[in-house]
């Protein structure tokens, strides 16, 4: 793989994590969380209907989700713009282990809250994020 098609992953890197944002963002009002309820029925598997926003914490907690998407992806765009150029090794290693990071925790609490069917759901996202740049670039 070579850097350029390096550095054009990262907008897909980007996409994959923003694509999340709106949906969770637009779960802080109870009006508009229908996107974002459903999302969070499909990660916790089986979509039962059981997931309800309906509580204000939830909500809450939505917004946060929303925001934090929505500040990584944008993150993994900036480095594209105006890192990788100078440092592309850097930045693939930072999309690599960050990627990794989020996944190691997120996996770990999906599971002991018994949410474990979301684990398989994260290995997709990791995929779909890290994509090519599990190795470094060639010259």
Known sequence: MSKTA?????IVSAIVIVFFAPAFALGSVEATSGLARWGLDVLS???DGAQTY???TTRFLSALTGGFLFGWGM???FLRQWVFDSEPEGVRKTLLWGTLCWFFLDSCGSYASGNRINVLFNIIVV???VGPMWVPARE
């Not at 390096?6 to 990262?10: C, D, Y």
Request: charged share 10%; aromatic share 18%; glycine share 0%.
């Open 6 to 10: 390096h550095k054009n992953w990262l």
């Open 45 to 47: 598997w089986p979509i």
């Open 54 to 56: 309906t509580d204000p």
């Open 127 to 129: 995929l779909a994020v």
């Open 75 to 77: 993150m993994v765009f």
